[in-house]
Protein backbone atom coordinates (compact mmCIF):
# COMPACT_ATOMS: atom_id res chain seq x y z
CA UNK A 1 0.00 0.00 0.00
CA UNK A 2 1.35 3.17 -0.98
CA UNK A 3 1.76 6.23 1.72
CA UNK A 4 -1.44 8.66 1.69
CA UNK A 5 -2.58 11.76 3.74
CA UNK A 6 -5.57 11.42 6.11
CA UNK A 7 -8.19 14.12 7.00
CA UNK A 8 -11.08 13.94 9.00
CA UNK A 9 -14.16 15.89 8.22
CA UNK A 10 -16.07 17.97 10.16
CA UNK A 11 -18.83 19.01 8.13
CA UNK A 12 -21.01 18.09 4.42
CA UNK A 13 -18.45 21.31 3.11
CA UNK A 14 -15.79 20.30 4.48
CA UNK A 15 -16.21 16.94 3.12
CA UNK A 16 -16.70 18.34 -0.48
CA UNK A 17 -14.07 20.39 -0.60
CA UNK A 18 -11.46 18.03 0.50
CA UNK A 19 -12.81 15.92 -1.97
CA UNK A 20 -12.82 18.01 -4.80
CA UNK A 21 -8.91 17.81 -4.63
CA UNK A 22 -7.03 16.15 -7.24
CA UNK A 23 -5.86 12.41 -5.64
CA UNK A 24 -8.76 12.53 -2.95
CA UNK A 25 -10.96 9.49 -1.93
CA UNK A 26 -13.92 9.90 0.21
CA UNK A 27 -14.00 6.87 2.94
CA UNK A 28 -16.68 5.80 5.49
CA UNK A 29 -16.70 1.90 6.07
CA UNK A 30 -13.75 1.19 3.31
CA UNK A 31 -14.97 -2.49 3.14
CA UNK A 32 -14.02 -1.98 -0.69
CA UNK A 33 -11.76 1.03 -0.63
CA UNK A 34 -8.93 -0.63 1.80
CA UNK A 35 -9.11 -3.92 -0.18
CA UNK A 36 -8.46 -1.92 -3.67
CA UNK A 37 -5.60 -0.08 -1.81
CA UNK A 38 -4.14 -3.03 -0.57
CA UNK A 39 -3.64 -4.17 -4.18
CA UNK A 40 -2.17 -0.90 -5.22
CA UNK A 41 -5.87 -0.75 -8.04
CA UNK A 42 -6.46 2.41 -6.37
CA UNK A 43 -3.65 4.87 -4.87
CA UNK A 44 -5.41 8.35 -2.99
CA UNK A 45 -3.01 10.34 -2.19
CA UNK A 46 -6.00 11.79 0.25
CA UNK A 47 -8.20 9.82 2.44
CA UNK A 48 -11.76 12.01 3.55
CA UNK A 49 -13.01 10.35 6.37
CA UNK A 50 -16.79 11.61 6.43
CA UNK A 51 -17.65 9.10 9.39
CA UNK A 52 -18.20 12.19 11.55
CA UNK A 53 -21.10 13.87 9.32
CA UNK A 54 -24.40 13.76 10.72
CA UNK A 55 -25.49 11.40 8.04
CA UNK A 56 -26.25 8.67 10.19
CA UNK A 57 -30.11 8.63 10.51
CA UNK A 58 -33.52 7.06 8.50
CA UNK A 59 -35.76 9.20 8.74
CA UNK A 60 -39.80 9.32 7.04
CA UNK A 61 -40.34 12.18 4.16
CA UNK A 62 -43.21 14.30 4.28
CA UNK A 63 -44.84 12.30 1.20
CA UNK A 64 -44.78 9.34 3.04
CA UNK A 65 -41.41 7.79 1.91
CA UNK A 66 -38.25 7.21 3.66
CA UNK A 67 -34.61 9.11 3.40
CA UNK A 68 -31.85 7.13 4.32
CA UNK A 69 -28.62 9.24 5.25
CA UNK A 70 -25.18 8.03 3.43
CA UNK A 71 -23.48 7.15 6.80
CA UNK A 72 -26.29 4.11 7.44
CA UNK A 73 -24.63 0.89 8.11
CA UNK A 74 -26.29 -2.23 5.80
CA UNK A 75 -27.08 -3.98 9.05
CA UNK A 76 -28.89 -1.07 10.35
CA UNK A 77 -30.82 -0.40 7.24
CA UNK A 78 -31.63 -4.15 7.09
CA UNK A 79 -32.92 -4.32 10.75
CA UNK A 80 -35.04 -0.69 11.07
CA UNK A 81 -38.68 -1.24 11.61
CA UNK A 82 -39.94 0.49 8.58
CA UNK A 83 -37.22 -1.06 6.09
CA UNK A 84 -38.47 -4.54 7.53
CA UNK A 85 -42.49 -3.81 7.32
CA UNK A 86 -42.62 -1.54 4.17
CA UNK A 87 -39.78 -2.02 1.86
CA UNK A 88 -38.77 -5.60 2.78
CA UNK A 89 -37.44 -6.22 -0.46
CA UNK A 90 -34.54 -4.19 0.86
CA UNK A 91 -34.01 -6.02 3.73
CA UNK A 92 -33.99 -9.30 2.11
CA UNK A 93 -31.00 -7.72 -0.43
CA UNK A 94 -28.94 -6.76 2.12
CA UNK A 95 -29.21 -9.76 4.06
CA UNK A 96 -27.89 -11.67 1.09
CA UNK A 97 -25.22 -9.79 0.84
CA UNK A 98 -21.70 -9.88 2.31
CA UNK A 99 -21.08 -11.14 5.78
CA UNK A 100 -22.70 -9.66 8.96
CA UNK A 101 -19.30 -8.16 9.87
CA UNK A 102 -19.30 -6.10 6.53
CA UNK A 103 -22.47 -5.29 6.84
CA UNK A 104 -21.89 -3.71 10.52
CA UNK A 105 -19.28 -1.75 8.41
CA UNK A 106 -20.47 -1.16 5.02
CA UNK A 107 -22.44 2.21 4.36
CA UNK A 108 -25.60 3.06 2.29
CA UNK A 109 -23.73 5.73 0.27
CA UNK A 110 -20.40 3.32 0.19
CA UNK A 111 -22.40 0.38 -1.19
CA UNK A 112 -24.02 2.11 -4.22
CA UNK A 113 -20.31 3.48 -5.38
CA UNK A 114 -18.48 -0.32 -4.78
CA UNK A 115 -16.20 -1.53 -7.89
CA UNK A 116 -16.70 -4.13 -10.04
CA UNK A 117 -14.77 -7.48 -8.78
CA UNK A 118 -13.99 -8.54 -11.88
CA UNK A 119 -10.49 -10.44 -11.58
CA UNK A 120 -8.62 -8.27 -14.29
CA UNK A 121 -9.90 -5.10 -12.41
CA UNK A 122 -8.22 -6.78 -9.26
CA UNK A 123 -4.85 -7.46 -10.79
CA UNK A 124 -2.81 -4.94 -11.63
CA UNK A 125 -0.40 -6.91 -13.65
CA UNK A 126 -3.28 -7.21 -16.10
CA UNK A 127 -4.59 -4.93 -18.49
CA UNK A 128 -8.19 -3.34 -17.78
CA UNK A 129 -9.66 -0.32 -19.64
CA UNK A 130 -11.56 0.42 -16.69
CA UNK A 131 -8.49 0.79 -14.07
CA UNK A 132 -5.99 2.03 -17.03
CA UNK A 133 -8.12 3.53 -20.01
CA UNK A 134 -7.28 2.48 -23.27
CA UNK A 135 -4.77 -1.04 -22.04
CA UNK A 136 -7.65 -2.88 -22.81
CA UNK A 137 -10.22 -5.98 -21.89
CA UNK A 138 -8.66 -9.05 -21.47
CA UNK A 139 -12.19 -10.52 -19.77
CA UNK A 140 -13.76 -10.78 -22.81
CA UNK A 141 -11.73 -13.80 -23.42
CA UNK A 142 -10.64 -14.86 -20.54
CA UNK A 143 -12.03 -15.64 -16.94
CA UNK A 144 -15.77 -13.71 -17.48
CA UNK A 145 -17.72 -16.78 -15.13
CA UNK A 146 -18.89 -13.73 -12.89
CA UNK A 147 -19.33 -11.37 -15.58
CA UNK A 148 -22.09 -9.11 -17.54
CA UNK A 149 -24.21 -10.41 -20.24
CA UNK A 150 -26.11 -7.28 -20.98
CA UNK A 151 -25.03 -3.27 -21.25
CA UNK A 152 -21.86 -4.26 -21.82
CA UNK A 153 -19.12 -2.92 -25.04
CA UNK A 154 -15.86 -3.85 -26.59
CA UNK A 155 -14.44 -2.18 -23.86
CA UNK A 156 -15.54 -3.55 -20.50
CA UNK A 157 -18.01 -6.54 -19.37
CA UNK A 158 -17.34 -5.81 -15.94
CA UNK A 159 -20.38 -6.21 -13.63
CA UNK A 160 -21.64 -4.38 -10.22
CA UNK A 161 -22.00 -6.32 -7.38
CA UNK A 162 -23.92 -4.54 -5.51
CA UNK A 163 -27.37 -6.47 -3.71
CA UNK A 164 -29.14 -3.28 -2.09
CA UNK A 165 -29.05 -1.59 -5.33
CA UNK A 166 -31.07 -4.09 -7.44
CA UNK A 167 -33.77 -3.31 -4.69
CA UNK A 168 -32.98 0.07 -4.02
CA UNK A 169 -33.75 0.19 -8.11
CA UNK A 170 -36.96 -1.74 -7.84
CA UNK A 171 -38.17 0.65 -5.65
CA UNK A 172 -37.72 3.75 -7.86
CA UNK A 173 -34.54 5.28 -5.32
CA UNK A 174 -33.15 9.04 -5.50
CA UNK A 175 -30.11 9.63 -4.42
CA UNK A 176 -29.41 13.30 -3.12
CA UNK A 177 -25.86 15.11 -3.75
CA UNK A 178 -24.05 17.67 -2.58
CA UNK A 179 -22.03 19.69 -4.42
CA UNK A 180 -18.31 21.74 -3.47
CA UNK A 181 -21.10 25.09 -3.65
CA UNK A 182 -23.40 23.84 -0.83
CA UNK A 183 -25.67 22.94 -3.66
CA UNK A 184 -27.65 19.59 -3.53
CA UNK A 185 -29.09 17.73 -6.50
CA UNK A 186 -31.51 14.55 -6.87
CA UNK A 187 -30.54 11.40 -9.47
CA UNK A 188 -32.41 9.02 -9.68
CA UNK A 189 -30.69 6.04 -8.86
CA UNK A 190 -30.90 4.86 -12.55
CA UNK A 191 -29.33 7.72 -13.86
CA UNK A 192 -26.61 7.89 -11.46
CA UNK A 193 -24.79 4.91 -13.12
CA UNK A 194 -22.92 5.23 -16.59
CA UNK A 195 -22.25 2.46 -18.90
CA UNK A 196 -19.39 1.50 -20.15
CA UNK A 197 -19.52 2.02 -23.72
CA UNK A 198 -15.99 3.53 -24.39
CA UNK A 199 -14.51 5.11 -21.12
CA UNK A 200 -15.58 2.09 -18.65
CA UNK A 201 -13.31 4.11 -15.95
CA UNK A 202 -16.47 6.83 -15.39
CA UNK A 203 -18.99 5.14 -13.52
CA UNK A 204 -21.07 7.17 -12.05
CA UNK A 205 -22.65 10.74 -12.89
CA UNK A 206 -20.73 11.82 -9.98
CA UNK A 207 -18.40 14.88 -10.40
CA UNK A 208 -15.25 15.47 -8.37
CA UNK A 209 -16.16 16.74 -5.15
CA UNK A 210 -19.43 15.26 -4.82
CA UNK A 211 -20.96 13.83 -1.64
CA UNK A 212 -23.93 11.28 -1.44
CA UNK A 213 -25.68 12.38 1.35
CA UNK A 214 -28.61 10.40 1.12
CA UNK A 215 -30.66 8.04 -0.24
CA UNK A 216 -34.60 9.07 -0.70
CA UNK A 217 -37.18 5.87 -1.56
CA UNK A 218 -40.71 6.93 -2.31
CA UNK A 219 -44.12 5.94 -0.54
CA UNK A 220 -44.46 2.05 0.23
CA UNK A 221 -45.35 0.00 -2.97
CA UNK A 222 -48.10 -2.43 -2.23
CA UNK A 223 -47.43 -6.19 -2.37
CA UNK A 224 -45.37 -9.26 -2.41
CA UNK A 225 -41.94 -8.15 -2.09
CA UNK A 226 -39.22 -11.15 -3.25
CA UNK A 227 -35.55 -10.78 -3.58
CA UNK A 228 -34.14 -13.83 -4.82
CA UNK A 229 -29.74 -14.26 -5.33
CA UNK A 230 -28.67 -17.37 -7.56
CA UNK A 231 -24.42 -17.66 -6.09
CA UNK A 232 -21.95 -20.02 -5.63
CA UNK A 233 -22.48 -20.90 -2.59
CA UNK A 234 -25.04 -19.96 0.10
CA UNK A 235 -23.38 -16.83 1.82
CA UNK A 236 -20.62 -14.36 1.18
CA UNK A 237 -20.53 -14.29 -2.28
CA UNK A 238 -21.78 -12.20 -5.64
CA UNK A 239 -24.52 -13.19 -7.51
CA UNK A 240 -24.41 -14.60 -10.63
CA UNK A 241 -27.89 -13.56 -11.38
CA UNK A 242 -30.63 -11.90 -8.86
CA UNK A 243 -34.30 -10.54 -8.92
CA UNK A 244 -35.55 -8.29 -7.02
CA UNK A 245 -39.16 -8.24 -7.67
CA UNK A 246 -42.53 -6.05 -5.92
CA UNK A 247 -46.00 -7.13 -7.69
CA UNK A 248 -49.29 -6.80 -6.75
CA UNK A 249 -52.29 -8.74 -8.15
CA UNK A 250 -55.81 -7.88 -8.56
CA UNK A 251 -58.93 -9.91 -10.12
CA UNK A 252 -56.30 -12.34 -11.00
CA UNK A 253 -53.93 -10.00 -13.27
CA UNK A 254 -50.75 -8.40 -12.48
CA UNK A 255 -52.00 -4.58 -11.15
CA UNK A 256 -48.13 -2.95 -11.04
CA UNK A 257 -44.70 -4.72 -11.10
CA UNK A 258 -41.56 -3.16 -10.52
CA UNK A 259 -38.43 -5.50 -11.24
CA UNK A 260 -35.21 -4.96 -11.42
CA UNK A 261 -32.06 -7.59 -11.66
CA UNK A 262 -28.29 -8.08 -9.97
CA UNK A 263 -25.25 -10.08 -11.66
CA UNK A 264 -26.14 -9.38 -15.21
CA UNK A 265 -24.85 -5.58 -16.19
CA UNK A 266 -22.14 -3.04 -15.27
CA UNK A 267 -25.54 -0.98 -13.32
CA UNK A 268 -28.27 -2.40 -11.66
CA UNK A 269 -30.36 -3.73 -14.59
CA UNK A 270 -34.16 -2.39 -14.84
CA UNK A 271 -35.97 -2.51 -18.37
CA UNK A 272 -39.10 -1.32 -18.45
CA UNK A 273 -40.69 -2.96 -21.03
CA UNK A 274 -40.48 -6.08 -19.54
CA UNK A 275 -42.45 -4.57 -16.67
CA UNK A 276 -45.15 -3.15 -18.79
CA UNK A 277 -45.62 -6.34 -20.99
CA UNK A 278 -46.36 -8.14 -17.62
CA UNK A 279 -48.64 -5.39 -16.15
CA UNK A 280 -52.87 -5.97 -16.72
CA UNK A 281 -51.96 -9.35 -17.68
CA UNK A 282 -53.04 -12.95 -16.50
CA UNK A 283 -49.74 -14.68 -15.25
CA UNK A 284 -48.73 -17.65 -17.52
CA UNK A 285 -46.20 -19.72 -18.73
CA UNK A 286 -46.17 -17.84 -22.03
CA UNK A 287 -46.65 -14.28 -20.68
CA UNK A 288 -43.23 -15.21 -18.22
CA UNK A 289 -41.36 -16.36 -21.61
CA UNK A 290 -42.34 -13.32 -23.23
CA UNK A 291 -40.97 -11.37 -20.09
CA UNK A 292 -37.87 -13.05 -20.07
CA UNK A 293 -37.21 -12.80 -24.29
CA UNK A 294 -37.58 -8.79 -23.78
CA UNK A 295 -35.25 -8.98 -20.79
CA UNK A 296 -32.66 -11.04 -22.52
CA UNK A 297 -33.12 -9.71 -26.15
CA UNK A 298 -30.05 -8.12 -26.56
CA UNK A 299 -27.71 -10.62 -24.21
CA UNK A 300 -24.76 -11.87 -25.08
CA UNK A 301 -22.59 -14.03 -23.74
CA UNK A 302 -18.81 -14.45 -23.84
CA UNK A 303 -17.93 -18.52 -23.18
CA UNK A 304 -17.82 -19.05 -19.51
CA UNK A 305 -20.58 -17.05 -18.67
CA UNK A 306 -23.15 -18.27 -21.49
CA UNK A 307 -24.33 -20.40 -18.80
CA UNK A 308 -26.15 -16.72 -17.52
CA UNK A 309 -28.58 -16.03 -19.88
CA UNK A 310 -30.30 -19.32 -19.81
CA UNK A 311 -29.68 -19.18 -15.91
CA UNK A 312 -31.44 -15.79 -16.26
CA UNK A 313 -34.81 -16.95 -17.79
CA UNK A 314 -35.30 -19.30 -15.41
CA UNK A 315 -34.58 -17.00 -12.57
CA UNK A 316 -36.78 -14.37 -13.41
CA UNK A 317 -39.80 -16.98 -14.34
CA UNK A 318 -39.26 -18.47 -10.64
CA UNK A 319 -39.39 -15.34 -9.25
CA UNK A 320 -42.60 -14.12 -11.66
CA UNK A 321 -44.17 -17.51 -10.30
CA UNK A 322 -43.65 -16.69 -6.67
CA UNK A 323 -44.75 -13.06 -6.44
CA UNK A 324 -47.84 -13.98 -8.70
CA UNK A 325 -48.83 -16.86 -7.27
CA UNK A 326 -48.79 -16.11 -3.41
CA UNK A 327 -50.20 -12.30 -4.41
CA UNK A 328 -53.31 -14.36 -5.07
Known amino acids: ?172 AVVEVENTTGDTRKIALDDLYCLPGSTPDVETVLQRGDLITAVLLPQPKAGLHVYRKVRDRSSYAFALVSVAAVAQM ?14 LAPKPWRNQQVEAALTGQAPSEALFDQAADILLAEAQGFGANDFKIPLSRRTLKAVLRTVTETSQ
Open 250 to 263: DAGKIAQISLAFGG
Open 1 to 172: MKQFDYSRATSTSDATRAASVHGSAIIAGGTNLIDLMKLEVMSPDVLVDINRLDLHQITPTQDGGLRIGALVTNSDLAAHETVRRDYEVLSRALLAGASGQLRNKATTGGNLLQRTRCAYFYDTAMPCNKREPGSGCHARDGFNRILAILGTSEHCIATHPSDMAVAMMALD
